[in-house]
């Protein structure tokens, strides 16, 4: 059964420095999606892309963060500089489209620790 | 805009007993409603989810939710529980834009 990929799983870095994650969409998904996971809390969208397309990065703190989806198929979520508050689970999902009845599918995540 | 409220944030249960977790949503326009699953140190998975027609749903591992649209509520319920049930519940709620989660419920399953 195909699946998203994450990586890495986990991360540890420094406050300040730069870090940056990688998804790996179901073949044929047009629609990806990067949420944060705050401990004790659900997942919160940060950015949703169709194709190569932003479609919403309306909570996507563009002065630290940046993301992108050069040839509409696998995508990078980069933070620079990384703050103690950025810790937490950041989870690609994809889908089909756009429509809410198309199921995301999530891939592992990736855990987060900033110290 | 949507919101998703759980009631709940822990739920201990004792195996074979039933078990509900509680959701109610807020919307000014129509919405899809969705639970997903999430075991330690996993992404989340789709449990069940009511798009429209009946207003009760269930997953092939015997979750079942019914869409309440005078309460605005999605409640989870399954009538007799596994160990292997113990993971975190997210409802979910999607108007005409993203995906908004609820705060998850941990459902822990004792022997």
């Known amino acids: 059964e195909a699946e998203v990929a994450q990586s890495p799983r986990y991360k540890i870095t420094e406050k300040s420095q730069a870090v940056a994650f990688w998804c790996d969409p179901i073949?044929?998904?047009?629609?990806l999606y990067w949420y944060r996971q705050i401990l004790g809390q659900g997942p919160e969208l940060l950015v949703q892309?169709?194709?190569?397309?932003?479609?919403?990065d309306s909570q996507l703190p563009k002065d630290r963060f940046s993301a992108e989806r050069l040839k509409g198929v696998d995508s990078t979520l980069k933070i620079q500089p990384a703050e103690l508050g950025d810790s937490a689970m950041y989870l690609c999902?994809?889908?089909?489209?756009?429509?809410?009845?198309?199921?995301?599918?999530f891939g592992p995540g990736t855990r987060l620790t900033v110290t | 805009a949507q919101s998703v409220t759980q009631l709940d944030s822990q739920v201990p249960v004792f195996e074979e007993a039933p078990v509900e977790l509680r959701c109610n949503y807020s919307?000014?326009?129509?919405?899809?409603l969705f639970w997903y699953v999430q075991y330690p140190n996993q992404g989340l998975q789709l449990l069940l989810k009511?798009?429209?027609?009946?207003?009760l749903v269930e997953s092939i591992n015997g979750f079942e939710a019914e869409f309440n649209k005078s309460q605005t509520s999605f409640h989870l319920r399954k009538p007799s529980v596994h160990i292997s049930d113990t993971a975190e519940y997210f409802c979910?709620?999607?108007?005409?834009?993203?995906?908004?989660f609820g705060t998850g419920t941990r459902l822990q399953v004792f022997p």
């Open positions: 999902a994809s889908s089909l489209g756009q429509q809410p009845s198309y199921e995301q599918y």
């Open positions: 073949s044929g998904h047009a629609t």
């Open positions: 892309f169709q194709d190569e397309s932003v479609v919403d």
């Open positions: 919307s000014s326009v129509s919405v899809y």
């Open positions: 009511y798009l429209s027609g009946s207003t």
């Open positions: 979910a709620v999607r108007g005409t834009d993203k995906l908004i």
